[in-house]
């Protein structure tokens, strides 16, 4: 809890409440079914749930935004990002049916009303959304491929409505196509070593019907 005090300084008890329940959770669900490796169950806050609020370093989500994370794996980077903002709703998706039994557990187990999960490819997902958030499940065409339609058309933050990828090393050739793409360096949010060659990247997309 320090290290995400560190960088987020307005957390209500429940939240606090919230996060702390994090370890205990994983730690449990996970010599069930391994979703996260032991080192990461080790740094579970710095390398899952702070890597995952990276997102919200470059753009906080407006009450009743809706948030598609796609191949969620554990529940990232949905879960942090819902305790992190309880009146937006997150749809948590991921096509392993293992992983997404754990992420209803811990949902389950932290009370969090404002998640929702479905065990699918996100092809098969209806719907449109805000933002689609994801931790590296693909190379950037390839997910722009599988995310295509599901944006919502409005846009109402700061950023336009699109993709919000969390992506390290080198991404030039992966975004050679995609010059509206802007890269976001988490070095300069989090000073932690781990995040030295993380990034968020945005990529706004226009809605389709």
Known sequence: MELLE???????????NKFSKLQELYQDWNLKI??????DIDELYLRHVLHSLGIAKVQEFLPGTSILDVGTGGGFPGIPLAILHPETNFHLVDSIGKKIKV??????????KN???????????PGHYDFIVSRAVAAMPTFVHWTT???AKQSKHELKNG???LKGGDLSEELADYPKA???ELPDFFEEDFFETKKVVHLPLKYKK
């Open 6 to 16: 560190k960088y987020f300084s307005n957390f209500s008890k429940d939240q606090k």
């Open 103 to 112: 992420v209803n557990e811990v949902v389950e187990g932290l009370g969090l």
């Open 34 to 39: 391994n979703v996260v490796s032991r080192k």
């Open 182 to 184: 802007v890269i976001y």
């Open 115 to 125: 998640v929702h999960t479905t065990n699918a490819r996100v092809e098969e997902v």
């Open 149 to 151: 339609g599901k944006i």
């Open 163 to 165: 993709i919000l990828y």
